[in-house]
């Protein structure tokens, strides 16, 4: 992975701080990064915006659990 930008640079840092056990995700945080560090680049209201921590880490996490016991006879 290589990331130009020092802002995703540090962005990257902060997100592999606190997922440090999840190389599957840390991975596509990489890959994305790498691919949008033109964009930031030329859009840096982009980043005065914060939009690339709402993309790493959603404001909102809505989980729910359904159970389901199987019918017994």
């Known amino acids: ?3 130009n930008n ?3 640079q540090d962005l990257y840092a902060q997100v592999e701080k606190r997922n440090a ?3 599957e995700f840390l991975q596509a ?3 994305v990064f790498e691919s949008l560090a033109p964009v930031i680049e030329k859009r840096p209201d982009l980043v005065q915006a914060g939009i690339m921590d ?3 880490e959603p404001e909102r996490f809505i989980q729910f ?3 389901w016991d199987p019918p017994t006879k």
Do not use: S
């Open 1 to 3: 992975m290589q990331i």
């Open 21 to 23: 056990g999840e190389k």
């Open 6 to 8: 020092q802002y995703l």
């Open 29 to 31: 945080v990489g890959e």
């Open 54 to 56: 709402r993309i790493v």
């Open 65 to 67: 659990r359904v159970a």
